[in-house]
Each structure stands twice: as structure tokens, then as C-alpha cells.
């Protein structure tokens, strides 16, 4: 298809990230471009670099040397590591949303608290951000568990409520690492199926670190990490119509 064909705008572009835990090396020399509306698969062995990359490309944890340029609509670029630790949260607030294996939801709040607590620290006020909260979460298929607690949700379903509490704010890069590693095939597929619709589908662009292969296959690229080197940037995948490996 033509839209397929044409190149998409880059909305981070990270180039010669160098990081390093005394004398490992967690990055060394890396560069990569994160395409709008695409989603992107960074696999490895354990201790590659994998959650490394991700954090930095997010403003979590800076690298000691290198660039990560942030295009966001509306506005000029934005320099990450150049910015200060309070203006780097506030970007990650309003620009970014995050997906863990583990969820990292607060289990004394309820699930539409939950999602609500992204929109509130924006200082959105708490009626507007419960309701957007509702709705995000059946649009997820949570209607009707909104009050519940993560005690009475199946890991899946914490997921989900993960997966909304990312997007709710209209955050243009999801970043998830291990989004499916604690759940079964099947719920793993369709957290899976959720996560890609969220974001792609929404013409957001997700990041995605993961060892299973069948998940990194559904993303339209996958690149390697090898001790902190990029082994490999250029396998396009399903999604689009590429090849798949």
C-alpha cells in the first residue's frame, strides 16, 4: 500500500548512547530512531542492554555520554539529557507512558484510581480524571471492574489496567518491558493484541523489550542487543506487510 511505503516521521532519535556500571558496558556506541506509529521490539540475552536502552530512550536513567532528540508535534525538538531531573519527569508524564511485566500498579487504589493517578498528577482535575479513566478502561474490556482492587483482578486484567493507564493520557510513545512475561499464552496474546491496538492502532508508537520471540514477531521491527552493542537494526516484521522471521 502507498502509506506504507512512506517513511514515517522519527519521534526519538538516540544516537551514540554510551552507558556503562563500572566496568560493564550496558551501552556502547548505540544509535536508533523510533518511527511515529510503529512499534519496535529490542531483543537480547539477559544482561545485553535491553531495559538499559529502554530507560534511557524514556529520560529514566541518562546515559554517561550520547544523544536522545524527543520530535514532539506541535513543539521543537526536545534534547532529553539536556534537560533537568524535574523538566525530564514532567516530559515522561506528558509525553510517555509505561507498561511492566509486573504491571507496577498501586494496589492500594482501585483500578479506575489507578488509571485516574496519570491524569491527576497532570493535574487534571479528579472528576474529569475518573471519568476518562471509565472510559479507558472499557474501552479495555473492564466494564463493570472499575472499583475493583488488584486482588480481585487476574493478571491479565492488571495488564489491562496497566495498558490504560499508559495511553490515558494521550502519551505519543509507550515504553513496556516484559509486558507478557508473567502470563500464560494465551492471555499473553491478548494483552499482546490490546497493547499493539492501543498504541499502533492509535498511530502511537510503542517500544517493547522481551525475549519471546512470537512477541517480538507481531512488532514491525526487532533489533538485538549484544553486550551493549546494536547487532542488528534492520528486520521489519508483520504489522506492516514485512518479513516475518
Known amino acids: 500500500m502507498l502509506e506504507n511505503s512512506l517513511p514515517r516521521p522519527v519521534v526519538i532519535a538516540a544516537r551514540g ?32 542492554g535491553k531495559s538499559t536502552l529502554l530507560h534511557a530512550l524514556a529520560g529514566i536513567d541518562l546515559p554517561d555520554a550520547g544523544r536522545i ?11 532529553l539529557e539536556s534537560l533537568k531531573d524535574k523538566a525530564r ?10 507498561v511492566f511485566q509486573s504491571g507496577l500498579l498501586i494496589p492500594e487504589l482501585t483500578a479506575i484510581e489507578n488509571v485516574a493517578m496519570a491524569l491527576m498528577i497532570n493535574s487534571v482535575p479528579r ?41 490515558v ?25 490490546i497493547l499493539l ?6 498511530g502511537k508508537s510503542l517500544v517493547m523489550v522481551t525475549h519471546d520471540r512470537s512477541v517480538a514477531a507481531r512488532c514491525d521491527r526487532i533489533v538485538h542487543l549484544s553486550d551493549g552493542r546494536l547487532v542488528d537494526g534492520n528486520v521489519s516484521h508483520g504489522r506492516q506487510g514485512g518479513v516475518r522471521s
Open 17 to 48: 548512547l554510551y552507558r556503562s556500571f563500572g566496568s560493564t558496558v550496558a551501552l556502547d556506541n548505540v544509535d536508533l530512531d523510533i518511527h511515529l506509529g510503529s512499534s519496535l521490539a529490542i531483543m537480547g540475552p539477559s544482561g545485553s
Open 69 to 79: 532528540t524527543l520530535n514532539r508535534s506541535g513543539s521543537g525538538p526536545v534534547q
Open 89 to 98: 519527569s514532567a516530559l515522561r508524564r506528558e509525553a510517555f507512558g509505561f
Open 127 to 167: 472528576a474529569n480524571a475518573m471519568d476518562r479513566a471509565g472510559r479507558a478502561l472499557q474501552q479495555l474490556g473492564l466494564a463493570g471492574m472499575e472499583d475493583r482492587r488488584l486482588g480481585q483482578l487476574s493478571g491479565g486484567q492488571q495488564q489491562r489496567v496497566a495498558i490504560a493507564r499508559a495511553q
Open 169 to 193: 493520557t494521550g502519551a505519543s510513545v509507550v515504553f513496556a518491558d516484559e509486558p507478557t512475561g508473567a502470563l500464560d499464552s494465551v492471555t499473553s496474546e491478548e494483552v499482546l493484541e
Open 197 to 202: 491496538e492501543c498504541t499502533v492502532g492509535a
